[in-house]
């Protein structure tokens, strides 16, 4: 898991979530309805996806700001039933992701 400072605009208050890396998937972040309305997240679209088991839906987008990699980034987040927020390829896009399983270490720079 790892923790990514969020905020509904540029001058917002940032708050922390914690998210669980999938690299299955390509978007941004998904969180669930709940942890969107918390953040006070705005509606960008709705967009068409395959889901893990191949089926289709129709989601809801939002967008927020997130401190990432010592950067602010502007992030399309995709609305979800799960439990946990997750963080897609699109933020790993330029990250070195280590996995020692060994040890148990997951390491992001």
Known sequence: MVEVQIANHARGQRKSIQAWIDTAFDGHL????????????????????????????????????????????????????????????ALLSNVDLRINYRDRVCTLS
């Open 30 to 89: 998904v969180m669930s309805k709940s942890e969107i309305e918390r953040l006070g997240l705005g509606v960008l679209a709705d967009t068409d996806a395959v889901l893990a088991d191949g089926s289709k839906a129709r989601l809801r987008c939002y967008y927020c700001i997130a401190e990432w990699m010592e950067q602010i980034v502007p992030v399309q987040v995709v609305e979800n039933v799960g439990g946990l927020p997750l963080i897609g390829t």
